[in-house]
């Protein structure tokens, strides 16, 4: 009679390392030590460093709007296009999660280890936060920051956040930055999110000067630091930073481009990378990469000057490929600066706003549900669908 024998653990973890989220969620119901094994920190952070080795994967938000609606009510499709993108042909999406008609959403940022922050407006001037997990299907929302100042206000755009992680504590974080007018002047309050805490708290540093921060293109997490890029009244940029772990402001310098009139961050193979410009206009602007590797110290490592039509910049894909809005059509295109290549990436974008968001994706195993809180696809999704205040079809036509 044969015996079936174990498979050795290092050849088991080496297998169950290879296979994708999908996968292993369903190797779970194998076997006890198997379910232990792929839910245990150690092996969610070994299997994200080993994904991370590939291509991410272009994961794309799409907001339109449909004012003729009372309420205004938007439609958001989040999709993931495939690891490899053929010159010339449209790719195939594959639909993450579909919000046929929802009145509150915000925005989307991220991911900082597949996670993303999800934003909506709540009761007209305040904001909800929540974390996503699209290939674990969880959500969690996240308990609201109390700012309480008498006398204040603020608009919506006085909103900034960064979401990044604590390499001490193992503890995920969502830095909520708000600035508040009066008469007076402005007032800058600081809250931070502590996942293994389930609340906030108020950071009653020092803020440095600031007139606007800029949101990032993709998350720009790295090694327990947070970065934005700050614009001055005298249009002079800088880039502010704040460290997970001491929960501490820095400020640093941006490369020397003082003839450009547009910049963004966002990442790099691996690095902090800003984009600019040389001009503001579309189709005249020439887009420098430029990537630091040392604090302070950048390097210019990609010259963009596309050949296509109006376009503006979404992100950087695959360390030299870019992601334009053709603006004349609405249209998402990857260009190639090497091949001069346009491959339309098959979506049709709301021209009468900003809804559009595209990231650099890797899928992940780590968990955003608390242990008390029911896990499972339909339930996550209901929790999406009610968070975001979805109108039934017979209601937004009505």
């Known amino acids: 009679m044969d015996v079936v024998r174990p498979i050795p653990e290092d050849a088991l973890v080496d297998i169950l390392l290879r296979l994708p989220v999908k996968s292993l969620l369903r190797f779970k119901c194998v076997r006890k030590n198997w379910c232990a094994l792929i839910k245990s920190p150690s092996f969610i952070k070994e299997h994200f460093q080993y994904r991370n080795n590939n291509c991410a994967r272009l994961f794309v938000c799409n907001m339109k709007m449909a004012p003729e609606l009372q309420p205004i009510v938007k439609s958001v499709v989040f999709s ?4 490899e993108i053929v010159p010339g042909v449209t790719p195939e999406q594959k639909t993450l999660l579909q919000l046929p008609r929802v009145t509150d959403f915000m925005c989307v940022a991220g991911p900082v280890n597949g996670l993303f922050l999800v934003q909506k407006l709540l009761y ?14 969880e959500f969690r929302s996240l308990p609201p920051a109390h700012f309480e100042i008498e006398g204040f206000w603020s608009h919506n755009n006085d909103h900034q956040y960064g979401f990044g992680f604590d390499l001490v504590t193992l503890d995920y974080k969502v830095v909520w930055i708000r600035v508040f007018w009066d008469d007076l002047g402005l007032s800058v309050y600081t809250c931070v999110y502590s996942s293994c805490n389930n609340s906030w708290k108020r950071l009653t540093l020092e803020f440095p000067p600031i007139s606007n921060l800029s949101a990032p293109l993709d998350a720009t997490y790295l090694n327990g630091v947070y970065y934005w890029l700050s ?3 005298n249009g002079i940029y800088t880039i502010l930073s704040l460290d997970m772990i001491s929960e501490q402001f820095r400020e640093m310098q941006v490369p020397d481009i003082t003839t450009a009139h547009w910049g963004a961050l966002t990442l ?12 503001d206009q579309p189709m005249t602007s020439i887009y420098d990469v430029w990537v630091m590797k040392q604090e302070g110290n950048w390097s210019k490592v990609l ?28 249209q998402l295109v990857l260009y190639d600066p090497k091949t001069r290549h346009v491959t339309d990436l098959g979506f049709q974008l709301d021209p009468n706003i900003a809804g559009c968001w595209v990231f650099n994706y890797k899928e992940s195993l780590v968990p955003i549900k608390r242990g008390n809180e029911t896990r499972g696809e339909d339930n996550a999704v209901k929790q999406i669908e009610h968070y975001f205040n979805t109108i039934p079809a017979d209601e937004a036509s009505s």
């Open 124 to 137: 007209g001037a305040d904001v909800c936060l929540g974390l996503w997990n699209p290939a674990t299907k």
């Open 80 to 83: 993931l296009l495939p690891e």
């Open 303 to 330: 010259t963009v000057q596309p050949h296509i039509d109006s376009y503006w910049p979404i992100n950087i894909w695959d360390n030299n490929k870019m992601v334009f809005e053709i603006m004349e059509t609405s």
């Open 268 to 279: 790099h193979g691996g690095s902090l990378a800003m984009l600019t410009s040389d001009s």
């Open 231 to 233: 614009k001055g009244l």
